[in-house]
């Protein structure tokens, strides 16, 4: 029996002992065919899946080298049946394909006539196909190319695609790497991504995701569209390829509210993608504007569902989401990899803290314990108010208030939910309050004043939960949320996670109504961190009302 | 007069009887009193067919042989039609008693040769005539084909018509190469299929066993898979002890697990449904569960006991128990109305132990090797052809792997110490228990090894189970908390239990909320109470809890102004009255009541019956009674009260007479139950068999069925 660190577990988990002194060697060796799901501080957890077992073959590796990876770093022995069902699973793959026939267009392919009976008897997936050629192809209808894999996928036959990617319009695009060079996990990411054709790149906030963006568009080589969050989030991408690239100003348009400009580099702002106009997604023939060699969609986890349904249109063109926190509270991350792609990199958060690349964070629950006027306000509140009210308490107020003014020598966020609790916070504070109704021009101003200095504390809603680059800001304080939401408690994060010049660390504190439902919804949003190994130290707010600086 | 079986069995010595003890362990219990009753009982269709289950296929070939011979039998035709090498298995045979010697020559007992039957090796009768095998030579064509499609048996077939039979057939029963058997069937005689058959009696004739195919495997990696499969077993069956005590299943009428309870199990362990019905099963063989007397399947006490067993003891007990167990878990969900269940009544196959010991032997005696399921099949139909299937085949190979008998196909080293009784060295090739956890600050916690029993019981009161295998993760929750202080733990204790076994350091989140639940646990108290005295003047309420005349209502004080007690408020009532206080009553909305609530009784009325005069009665009353008085006098005055009798054709007669005349008429009727009894009746008419009728006895038109009328006579 070795002493691995790896344990096997029979519900398909692999137990990572990151403290073993082979934990890297086989970190690297899993990462290939096992899905990371979380990594806290002593032991990762990973999980084999049909999905990343198919990637594993798609990337080149078969049953046996999987087989005796586990072997090699197993703790203890492996149940044989689980090694039965990965090399079924894995030789599942491949026994149909998708090629490009000659005068047929798109066909499937199999050489096991059985499969394809099976699957041509699928309820769903009749009608996506056409003529059956002969024994072992049939035409599939154009168009449902994106559709077909999926419900392939779902059956548990997935499709090997050979139909290939379309170029797209080339245009010379190359990373200028001047004064600054692409980190080693930034290139792997865009090698990983490029390899595998289509897909999702997990990295934490702040650890350069739009470099990865950069160097995948210096990989294709083509026209690109970018969709992003909002238009500030697009001006910022746009600074930055100008700064890494060699692209000129007049190669990238951007096209959102304010302006539409289709150039070869076009960065495009979901809210644009999905209005309405007469019950018509007005700018989805943005699409075929210009045939795009890669389509970048930034902040997956975002991706609103008509851009789903069109992304199946498109499985022809290369596509790569960016993403920090691939957590949907609706579900659909299931939708995002088999649209956009499957998850082609990923890295837990403390590994890149661990290189430098973002600051070390220091995670602070403050319990605020609510007057007794306020509980008996609380238990008497409709069901539907009751978070509403303990999140935006006098307490609450008094208490971020308080710590605001505790770091009032450092770049300082309030981060809230609620719009008349960040306004009566900005007064008391003396900040400015940026929300959804603030001109893009002013949210500008305020941001760059920020980042220059010039303002040292900066209230903002729920606008700038992500994509928002202040890379000076150290303290957040967050008075309200979105309910339980694991990815927005991970973003909001992200905001203080650039490195510092100076190499301090950031701290973000949550406030915390004690004993209400506030409370409870913490402790659902706290999971998604807590998981990356991000370890909540709690404080009482009396502490810091009381001065006892912590 | 030839020699018996038992003349046989008497002349055999002691040795030779002991021999055929052992050989056929039914025949000495209850021990045969004599020779004559032991030949009997050897004789018996019971027995022969037990021995004859327990043949392997050479031997059986050769009794067939023997009963395709007619008897006496040389030892010499026996070879000759066989194989020279059935000589030693003629005296296994013969050791057996299913042939016995006369003279030189053999027999074969009566019920050996009905078990084997009619068509041994599927040879027909023996023709009477003398055949010309030369003139096949001339065969017309078509008739070649004939014999050769009967040759190898069924030796009957079917043609339309023997008289209208083509000119083939016709040909080959003219020269006796045929029998007519009936109209439709001839019959291929034996002497024609044995010559046909070249002189012998079977196609082939294995003499060995067929040498054993499959993959071969490295002994290590087989001891790897199998101490996989063995902790996974014995992990399984604790498991599914432990759900079904915290979710006892109910057992069907029919008795065993529900389809659904089934299906819950396996999701629950993580396994298919067969895999989930065969752990069931070992459990339930085990004694670790009971079916209890209110149908509630649960663990037994016995489970407390194997828990603090070793991994050794509790593997050994499963292996031996399945190894000997009847019940084919494979069947499971298999029947055809898929009626089958687990722990159901329906699993006893007799011959599986021997079918499970053949299989086991097999793969210990190829050591390394993880046999074809086709080659395995062909090795036990040769070893056990009456009782080999290759389902069972299959169903025991993939048991054997569960329990770790065997790993990747090939037996393990424990199974063959298993199978040698030896040192099983299970718990020294397990991962050593460990006794501590790491606490993560996701709230999670994982126990990198299986836990010592102490542990791992207190972790499971506390912390809910994520994931299982080599290691455990465990969650704590609001929910698993809550039930750790249900089962009567302290905050303090679990935090104090925690810190004690956390190799890694106690995350504050954790302890917060450890301390938030126990905080909050038990805050809110619920209880019983039938009656509560509330008062403003707590003086008063002070007054009444310390009055000796009320100590028996087990007053309690909730608060300052609050009393409760166990009894009704009505007797409480009437007690504080009797004690000299001035009590009033309140209702559900603390409104007060002027009076006791008058009680109800919940019952329905039911008054008691009493005897009364009767009052006069009513003219139609009297009427009916007068009217009913009249006939049964008539009835009774027809005496002496015998039975008319008349014949068939004469009631029928009578019946069209006496309806003509419109007479009364007394008539004998037979119930369904034979029964005859006089019935007075007025005709009226007769239809479909039947005779229309008043009946003066019960005052209505009966239809009477004529057959069933036993006479006829006028009333007098």
């Known amino acids: ?550 | 007069m030839s020699n018996s079986l038992s003349d046989a069995l008497r002349s055999k010595n002691d040795v030779e009887i002991a021999e055929l003890f052992r050989a056929r362990p039914d025949l000495i219990s209850p021990v045969p009193a004599d020779i004559g009753a032991l030949a009997a009982r050897a004789n018996s269709m019971p027995s022969v067919m037990r021995a004859c289950e327990a043949l392997n296929k050479w031997q059986f070939d050769i009794l067939t042989a023997l009963c395709a011979l007619s008897e006496p039998i040389s030892l010499i035709e026996l070879l000759a039609v066989t194989s020279k090498d059935a000589q030693a298995t003629v005296h296994e045979l013969e050791a057996k008693a299913l042939i016995y010697k006369d003279g030189e020559h053999y027999r074969v007992p009566t019920n050996v040769r009905t078990l084997i039957g009619d068509t041994p090796a599927g040879l027909g009768p023996r023709g009477t005539a003398t055949l010309d095998f030369g003139l096949l030579a001339t065969a017309p064509k078509g008739a070649l084909e004939i014999l050769e499609r009967m040759m190898w048996g069924p030796p009957k077939g079917q043609i339309a018509d023997i008289k209208k039979a083509p000119a083939h057939i016709k040909w080959l029963l003219e020269n006796k190469f045929l029998l007519a058997f009936d109209s439709q069937t001839v019959l291929l005689p034996r002497e024609v299929a044995m010559h046909l058959r070249n002189g012998k009696i079977f196609k082939e004739i294995v003499p060995t066993q067929p040498p054993l195919k499959g993959t071969s495997r490295k002994q290590k990696d087989v001891d790897q898979a199998a101490i996989a499969n063995i902790s996974t077993i014995i992990r399984w069956v604790e498991e599914l002890a432990h759900n079904w005590s915290d979710e006892p299943p109910t057992a069907l009428r029919s008795g065993g697990l529900g389809v659904r309870d089934l299906k819950h199990s396996a999701e629950h362990l993580g396994i298919d449904e067969g895999c989930a019905a065969f752990v069931a099963e070992v459990t339930y063989i085990a004694g670790l569960v009971v079916i209890d007397s209110d149908d509630a399947i649960l663990p037994t006490s016995a489970f407390d006991i194997w828990l603090s067993r070793s991994m050794d003891e509790k593997w050994y007990a499963l292996a031996c128990l399945w190894l000997e167990s009847s019940r084919m878990s494979g069947l499971v969900g298999r029947g055809d109305s898929k009626s089958v269940s687990a722990l159901g009544p329906e699993l006893d196959r007799p011959g599986t132990p021997t079918l499970k010991k053949l299989t086991l032997a097999l793969l210990s005696a190829n050591p390394e090797l993880d046999p074809e399921l086709a080659s395995m099949h062909e090795n036990i139909s040769w070893l056990a052809p009456a009782r080999a299937n290759s389902s069972y085949t299959e169903w025991i190979l993939r048991e054997a792997e569960w329990l770790g008998l065997s790993g990747q196909g090939a037996i393990s080293t424990f199974g063959k110490r298993f199978l040698e009784s030896d040192d099983l060295g299970i718990d020294d090739a397990l991962p050593k228990p460990v006794d501590h956890i790491l606490i993560q600050s996701d709230n999670s916690a994982i126990a990198p090894g299986p836990l010592t029993l102490e542990v791992a019981n207190a972790m499971g009161t506390i912390a809910d189970i994520e994931s299982r295998g080599g290691a455990t993760v465990y969650r704590f929750s609001e929910t698993s908390i809550r039930r750790g202080l249900d089962h009567g733990q302290t905050g303090e204790a679990i935090i104090d239990f925690l810190r004690k076994t956390s190799k890694t350091p106690m995350p504050q989140p954790l302890e917060y909320l450890i301390v938030d639940v126990a905080k909050r646990h038990g805050r809110l108290r619920v209880g019983v109470a039938t009656s509560y005295i509330r008062c403003e003047d707590e003086g008063l309420i002070a007054q009444i809890i310390h009055d000796r005349k009320l100590d028996g209502f087990g007053l309690r004080k909730l608060a300052p102004q609050v009393l409760i007690a166990e009894s009704e408020s009505a007797e409480l009532i009437s007690t504080l009255r009797e004690a000299g206080y001035l009590p009033a009553a309140e209702n559900q909305t603390g409104v007060l009541v002027s009076a006791p609530k008058l009680r109800r009784s919940k019952s329905r009325p039911k008054p008691p019956r009493s005897l009364t005069e009767p009052a006069a009665p009513l003219d139609v009353a009297i009427d009916a009674a007068l009217r009913s008085l009249r006939v049964g006098e008539k009835a009774t005055s027809h005496k002496p009260r015998e039975v008319p009798r008349t014949s068939a054709n004469e009631t029928v007669e009578l019946l069209h007479h006496y309806i003509a005349e419109r007479s009364t008429l007394t008539i004998g009727y037979a119930d369904t139950n034979g029964g005859v009894s006089n019935r007075m009746i007025e005709p009226k008419s007769i239809s479909l068999g039947t005779l229309v009728a008043f009946d003066h006895s019960s005052g209505e038109i009966i239809h009477f069925r004529i057959p069933r009328i036993t006479g006829v006579s006028l009333a007098e």
Not at chain 1, 167 to 194: C, N, P, T, V
Not at chain 1, 216 to 229: E, F, P, R, Y
Not at chain 1, 511 to 526: I, Y
Request: proline content about 4%; aromatic content about 8%; overall charge negative.
């Open chain 1, 1 to 550: 029996m070795s002493d691995g660190p790896l344990i096997v577990q029979s519900d398909k988990t692999l137990l990572l002992d990151v403290d073993h002194l082979l934990a890297d060697d086989c970190r690297r060796a899993i990462a290939a065919f096992a899905e990371l799901e979380k990594s806290p501080e002593h032991i990762h957890t990973y999980r084999l899946t049909p999905l990343g077992l198919w990637n594993a073959r798609a990337a080149g590796h078969d049953a046996e080298h999987v087989i005796d990876t586990l072997l090699k770093y197993s703790r203890f022995a492996v149940p044989h049946a689980l090694l039965v069902d990965i090399a079924e699973t894995m030789s599942r793959y491949g026994r149909l394909r998708l090629e490009a026939h000659p005068v047929h267009g798109l066909v499937l392919v199999s050489h096991d006539p059985a499969v394809l009976k099976e699957v041509t008897r699928g309820k769903k997936i009749a009608p996506m196909l056409g003529l059956q050629l002969d024994d072992e192809t049939i035409i599939v209808h154009p168009g449902q190319r994106g559709f077909l894999k999926q419900a392939l996928l779902k059956l548990g036959w997935p499709a090997e695609d050979f139909a290939g990617y379309v170029d797209g319009e080339h245009h010379e695009i190359a990373l200028r790497e001047e004064g600054w060079s692409i980190r080693k996990y930034q290139a792997m990411a865009a090698e990983g991504f490029w390899h595998g054709g289509s897909g999702v790149v997990v990295l934490p906030c702040g650890a350069g995701k739009t470099i990865v963006g950069a160097a995948a568009m210096a990989h294709a080589k083509a026209t690109t569209l970018i969709l992003v969050t909002n238009t500030v989030a697009a001006r910022q991408w746009r600074d930055e390829l100008l700064r890494r690239t060699t692209l000129h100003e007049d190669e990238i348009g951007e096209y959102s509210g304010a302006k539409k400009e289709i150039r070869p580099v076009t960065i495009a702002t979901y809210q644009v993608m999905t209005m309405r106009r007469n019950g018509l997604y007005s700018h989805l023939d943005l699409f075929d504007a210009i045939d795009w060699g890669l389509i970048i969609y930034d902040e997956v986890h975002l991706l609103p569902a008509p851009i789903f349904r069109f992304t199946a249109d498109i499985q022809s063109r290369r596509r790569l989401g960016l993403t920090a926190t691939l957590v949907r509270e609706d579900g659909m991350e299931g939708e995002v990899f088999s649209l956009i792609g499957p998850k082609r990199f990923d890295v837990p958060w403390k590994e890149i803290e661990s290189q430098g690349y973002i600051a070390p964070a220091d995670c602070v629950e403050v319990r605020v314990t609510l007057t007794d006027a306020e509980r008996l306000n609380y238990a008497t509140a409709e069901v539907e108010d009751r978070y509403r009210f303990c999140s935006t308490t006098a307490t609450k107020h008094k208490v971020a208030v308080a710590l605001a003014k505790q770091h009032e020598d450092e770049q300082v966020l309030v981060i809230g939910q609620y719009l008349d609790q960040l306004d009566a916070l900005g007064e008391d504070l003396g900040a400015p309050v940026i929300k959804g109704d603030t001109p893009v021009k002013e949210r500008e101003r305020l941001f760059n004043l920020y980042r220059a200095g010039e303002i040292k504390c900066l209230v903002v809603s729920k606008v700038a939960n992500f994509s928002i680059d202040l890379p000076d800001a150290t303290i957040a304080i967050q008075v309200s949320g979105t309910f339980g939401s694991r990815q927005e408690e991970a973003q909001r994060l992200g905001r203080v996670l650039r490195p510092k010049a100076d190499g301090r660390g950031a701290r973000f504190y949550s406030l915390v109504a004690r004993d209400t439902v506030d409370q409870d919804f913490a402790a659902n949003r706290q999971r998604f961190l807590a998981e990356q190994g991000y370890a909540y130290r709690i404080i009482d707010a009396d502490d810091v009302l009381f001065g006892n600086r912590s």
